[in-house]
């Protein structure tokens, strides 16, 4: 089955600064997503986003799946961006099975 | 409601028994998957309901684990036999697709289960 690799696994940032979370997979795909856990627990869907580049306030995605890998961008980054971001992968055909990576576990201290 | 709903949020048994754990996903949404988060770990897969088609069990990591899904809409997650190794938090997902494995939104996740076996 495809492989996901996250990288890096911790992060911690003070608040204000840019981070970059990358992550690769061993196989081709046509279903990318990233999510974000809350210190909660709670799961939130940031980007579906197979290819391309996508933008959403502070955060930003790139997937280039031609190389097999997807990039997360996080601006000015606040205490609240704190938790745990996951990339999921799914492969292609009516296979709708999402395969998640290990997740980057980010702290921004204030 | 207009998220995934999972009931029961906790759920304590002692070793040995019988669980059954529920999921409501997003009304309309054709696809529902079953994740298994142990405590400070990523999301292990246990199954996918896409439509009618058979569904995908290749996660499932025993045969004391099974799920159904009763019209095409709830779902309830059976552990049998419970052991201490099944705690971890269930997640339930649904999503929409259309035509062949085409997925037109992304995944929503209820708040999930969390299941302590003592």
């Known amino acids: 089955g495809i492989q996901v690799e996250q990288s890096p696994p911790d992060l911690i940032l003070q608040e204000g600064a840019n981070s970059t979370l990358r992550c690769n997979f061993s196989?081709?795909?046509?279903?990318l997503q990233w999510f974000h856990q809350n210190p909660w627990g709670q799961l939130i869907n940031l980007f579906y986003?197979?290819?391309g580049t996508k933008q959403n306030g502070r955060l930003s995605a790139t997937t280039v799946a031609t190389e097999r890998y997807s990039l997360l961008y996080i601006s000015s980054s606040q205490t609240t961006d704190s938790g745990v971001y996951f990339c999921?992968?799914?492969?292609?055909?009516?296979?709708?099975?999402?395969?998640f990576g290990k997740g980057t576990k980010l702290s921004v201290k204030p | 409601g207009a998220g995934v709903s999972q009931s029961p949020s906790n759920k304590v048994t002692e070793k040995g028994k019988d669980v059954e754990l529920r999921c409501d996903p997003i009304?309309?949404?054709?696809?529902l998957y079953w994740y298994r988060q142990s405590l400070g770990q990523g999301l292990e897969f246990l199954i996918y309901?896409?439509?009618?088609?058979?569904?995908?069990k290749s996660g499932l990591p025993s045969d004391r684990f099974s799920a159904e899904r009763t019209g095409g809409s709830v779902s309830t997650l059976t552990i049998q036999r419970t052991q201490q190794e099944d705690s971890a938090v269930y997640l339930c997902?649904?999503?929409?697709?259309?035509?062949?494995?085409?997925?037109?939104?992304?995944?929503?996740f209820g708040n999930g289960t969390r299941l302590t076996v003592t």
């Open positions: 997902a649904s999503s929409l697709f259309v035509g062949f494995g085409v997925q037109v939104s992304p995944l929503h």
């Open positions: 196989d081709s795909v046509n279903n």
């Open positions: 986003i197979p290819s």
């Open positions: 999921a992968v799914g492969g292609g055909g009516s296979q709708g099975n999402l395969i």
């Open positions: 009304s309309g949404h054709t696809a």
């Open positions: 309901f896409q439509g009618n088609s058979a569904p995908d």
